[in-house]
């Protein structure tokens, strides 16, 4: 049993805030819930395609993070198993929510340019809108393979689906990414010349 001695929680160390959440300690678990609040969004940001939806999965994913927290291994950094936690429940909100409407056909034909020139640099917001735009298969495919570093064969486990099939869709989702940014390129040329 931990001694809470000081007023001050946001002193507290991470591994003082897990052992007070496992102790039942509501202001532990919302100074945890803050704490890493930032990093579960940048994570599920990644995986949803709306805010309320991203919502929904960091929310879903403290829920599980407080339930197991027993389990934690703190010999290990917790920031990486809070991130595993939060990629394997925004896969699990994917799956339960999959829509047969996200497949998208691919039009373009072989051999057409798909490098976009590169002349214009975006902000932050407006790659995360455009990624937003990708259909649920495709953003999470390329999330778990170009930033978390899943193989093919571990994303079509984790997806249900074959390897060959996720290496299909990170294709895919490349090709639209540079499809939305010309897109976005030419509608910002178009209002710097009405301006």
């Not at 160390?13 to 704490?35: D, F, P, V, W």
């Not at 805010?51 to 010999?75: A, R, W």
């Amino acid at each position: 049993m931990m001694i809470w001695q000081r007023d001050n929680i946001s002193t507290y160390t991470n591994l003082e805030l897990i052992a007070g959440c496992i102790e039942g300690k509501s202001k532990c678990q919302e100074a945890l819930y803050k704490r890493f609040f930032s990093l579960a969004m940048s994570i599920c940001v990644r995986y949803a395609p709306n805010g309320s939806e991203v919502m929904e999965v960091v929310n879903d994913g403290f829920l599980k993070i407080f339930d197991n927290l027993q389990l934690y291994d703190t010999q290990r950094p917790f920031k990486a198993w809070l991130s595993r936690i939060m990629v394997n429940t925004a896969i699990d909100y994917y799956r339960r929510n999959v829509k047969s409407s996200n497949m998208v056909l691919d039009n373009k034909r072989e051999g057409e340019e798909n490098d976009p020139e590169i002349e214009h640099t975006l902000s932050a917001d407006d790659i995360v809108k455009l990624f937003a735009l990708l259909p649920d298969t495709y953003r999470i495919t390329f999330n778990l393979y170009e930033v978390e570093g899943y193989s093919h064969e571990e994303i079509g486990q984790m997806l249900g689906v074959t390897a060959s099939t996720s290496r299909s869709n990170l294709t895919r989702a490349k090709k639209m990414l540079q499809m939305l940014y010309r897109q976005h390129i030419s509608k910002e040329k178009r209002c710097h010349e009405i301006v």
